[in-house]
């Protein structure tokens, strides 16, 4: 995820990012990308919402996602090891019976018995497929792997551990202090000799065995804090091994998983759209252009085509949209949304080409519905949320509006969106605006680096669910609705 540091995706989010997932349903792609696995929702959800503002990283996750589009069934191994490692560690009693050295010891052992074993197949796998990837990402995991994991290592380790077995007992050496207390321990590899039986008669006696009876509770006791005293140090050093190899295979899972939920959902995007990697370009260059651009919930939920549309809006400070009531204009903001937040945590969007300069912060301020408890009226609701959403705001952030302020009188309305949306442009943040307010669009016709935009309409009524370049007109053809709903003429 990242070239030099971790993926948190357990990190905080801020309090606005609630409205966003509602206001561009991204709770869709979040379930679809998932398939019910909660881990795997979780992390694609901060995945996306951690945006980038960092050119290169974002490049650099781009081509660690091709990869995995790429090679999707080697990608799942992995990410299976990953489970099985954890998987693992769980099913021992390492952590359970940890408040002594000696238990922690053999809990650590087994635990990293199992470790390496996985970490061997994980080896081999990336030495099976390591021609196929090309991302400087997976290429440096690789090197890692195949460099630290050498055979030599690898037997190197498989003795180590075998040893820490103790068939043979443990044999360990100390001093003796000037009270006669034992001190400087140091447990020492014990080797079983065979012996011949002329060898064993001559041997010289040059040691003493002390044999502790069964009743005798303090023997046993000052024997098992001399063995404890003995494996402190050697007990330390494996549960940190333990713990560090846990934390590698736990990290493996977290980003593997955010790559295997792109991955799903790019397969199924690709089959019902265009799809591609965005052009990103620094803040200050202010581009934003797409071709055959549509909103990816939408098409995952109908499972078909919908309909795209495309724009450009370079040097744009604000993009302004009206026209027909139901004709697409909601659906276009967050198509244009949500290809913006795909676009800075290193996703392809749903578009056949899309270029975007980063910003350094995504906004939403939708139309909600009414509060049903009664606390506050719906355009105390609207200036709250504005409020919150201002405490963020930067230069170079984008905000997407959709109805604001609707629920109150139109003249009121109109004069409140202008002077924030003046106020914003002035701070150098980029405005998108869904509005039926035709006196609002009129005063702001007069700002500069401004386009209009408008759902376009057939004569019969009908809607394209198409975006047009176009002046705003002083209706939202409702009439329409009405005809189509109770199949009268409007008499005006």
């Known amino acids: 995820m990242f070239k030099d540091?971790?993926?948190?995706?357990?990190?905080?989010?801020?309090?606005?990012?609630?409205?966003?997932?509602?206001?561009?349903?991204?709770?869709?792609?979040?379930?679809?990308?998932?398939?019910?696995?909660?881990?795997?929702?979780?992390?694609?959800?901060?995945?996306?919402?951690?945006?980038?503002?960092?050119?290169?990283?974002?490049?650099?996750?781009?081509?660690?996602?091709?990869?995995?589009?790429?090679?999707?069934?080697?990608i799942k191994a992995i990410y299976e090891i990953s489970l099985e490692a954890i998987k693992k560690e769980k099913e021992s009693l390492f952590g359970i019976f940890v408040k002594h050295p000696d238990s922690i010891v053999y809990s650590s052992r087994q635990v990293l018995e199992d470790f390496f074993a996985i970490l061997e197949k994980l080896k081999n796998i990336f030495i099976e497929n390591e021609s196929r990837f090309k991302s400087e990402g997976f290429r440096q995991l690789f090197y890692r792997?195949?460099?630290?994991?050498?055979?030599?290592?690898?037997?190197?380790?498989?003795?180590?551990?075998?040893?820490?077995?103790?068939?043979?007992?443990?044999?360990?050496?100390?001093?003796?202090?000037?009270?006669?207390?034992?001190?400087?321990?140091?447990?020492?590899?014990?080797?079983?000799?065979?012996?011949?039986?002329?060898?064993?008669?001559?041997?010289?006696?040059?040691?003493?065995?002390?044999?502790?009876?069964?009743?005798?509770?303090?023997?046993?006791?000052?024997?098992?804090?001399?063995k404890n005293?003995?494996?402190?140090?050697?007990?330390?050093?494996?549960?940190?091994?333990?713990?560090?190899?846990?934390?590698?295979?736990?990290?493996?899972?977290v980003e593997i998983a955010f790559y295997l939920a792109c991955t799903k959902i790019y397969e199924k995007l690709v089959d019902i759209t265009s799809v591609c990697f965005p052009e990103i370009y620094p803040q200050d260059k202010r581009m934003l252009a797409f071709f055959e651009l549509s909103e990816p919930s939408l098409a995952l939920v109908k499972e078909s085509k919908v309909v795209v549309n495309s724009l450009e809006a370079n040097q744009k400070n604000i993009v302004l949209i009206t026209g027909a009531n139901m004709g697409g204009k909601t659906t276009f903001l967050r198509s244009i949304a949500i290809a913006c937040l795909f676009s800075q945590c290193g996703m392809f969007v749903a578009a056949k080409s899309f270029k975007y300069s980063l910003s350094s912060g995504i906004f939403t301020h939708f139309k909600k519905q009414e509060d049903k408890t009664l606390k506050n009226s719906k355009f105390d609701e609207e200036l709250n949320r504005l409020s919150n959403i201002v405490d963020f705001l930067k230069p170079h952030s984008i905000v997407f509006f959709n109805e604001t302020f609707s629920s109150t009188n139109d003249h009121e309305a109109s004069i409140i969106a202008k002077y924030i949306t003046e106020s914003l442009i002035e701070k150098q943040i980029r405005v998108f605006f869904v509005t039926h307010l035709y006196e609002f669009a009129y005063l702001i016709d007069n700002l500069d680096n401004s386009i209009f935009l408008k759902a376009q309409r057939n004569k019969d009524g009908t809607r394209t669910f198409k975006i047009v370049e176009s002046k705003p007109e002083p209706k939202s053809y409702s009439e329409d609705l009405f005809k189509k709903i109770f199949n009268k003429e409007v008499i005006l």
């Open 5 to 74: 540091k971790k993926f948190d995706y357990k990190e905080s989010l801020p309090s606005y990012v609630e409205d966003l997932i509602i206001d561009l349903g991204l709770d869709i792609i979040f379930s679809k990308a998932s398939e019910g696995d909660e881990f795997i929702q979780e992390v694609i959800k901060h995945g996306i919402l951690q945006s980038l503002n960092d050119i290169q990283t974002i490049i650099y996750r781009q081509e660690v996602l091709k990869d995995c589009i790429n090679n999707k069934d080697t």
């Open 145 to 226: 792997i195949k460099t630290k994991l050498s055979d030599e290592y690898l037997n190197k380790v498989d003795s180590v551990l075998k040893k820490l077995r103790f068939e043979n007992g443990i044999s360990i050496n100390a001093k003796l202090s000037m009270l006669g207390k034992p001190s400087f321990f140091q447990v020492m590899h014990t080797k079983k000799d065979k012996q011949s039986l002329i060898k064993s008669i001559f041997k010289q006696k040059n040691s003493y065995k002390i044999y502790i009876p069964e009743q005798d509770e303090g023997g046993f006791r000052a024997l098992s804090e001399i």
């Open 229 to 253: 005293n003995a494996l402190n140090n050697i007990a330390n050093t494996l549960a940190n091994t333990v713990y560090y190899l846990l934390d590698f295979f736990n990290q493996l899972r």
